[in-house]
């Protein structure tokens, strides 16, 4: 994602738009554990601020997916990420800022590396397939969306039996 400069690079002031797609296929996150589903679009705006400095400010859009977190069911979602970075040709003088501050190189810049660093950080951490999704039974496994087992039934705490029998005792009385 190499995008060249140079005519704004010398103009303070300057700027361009950006509007780019980054193929899912050249980003590689399946070991980060992530699926995207669809390209990643970047849109923004591009600024010399000074002689030496440029500043990305955009968003960047894709489609992630997951499994839903409550009943597993592979689960696409939206994702919009704000950008905002800065590409300097200064030698990087702070350690501590280092993450943060990309170069220029040769009046060249590269949003991907900002544009990954920008997504992994914004992954949702769960989705779910619905907001409401009812999730796994917890004693059968199947999926409560689908089909409601009889498991809740059967699985009554022996102790709320007991408090059971004393209130229908009581009724009775
Ligand atoms: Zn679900
Ligand atoms: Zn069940």
Redesign the pocket.
Known sequence: MVINVSDILTIEGACMNIDLCIPKETIDLYDKGINLSSPIKIKGTLTNNSMSELYFEGQAITTIQMP?D????P?EENIVIPMEEIFTQKPIAEEGNKDEIYLIKEQTINLLTPVIDRVLLNIPMKI???KE?K?LCMHCGCNL?VKQCDCIEHEIDPRFEKLKSLFSEDKEV
Not at 70 to 73: A, E, I, Q, V
């Open positions: 839903c409550r009943c597993l069911t689960t779910l397939c619905k999704c999730g969306n």
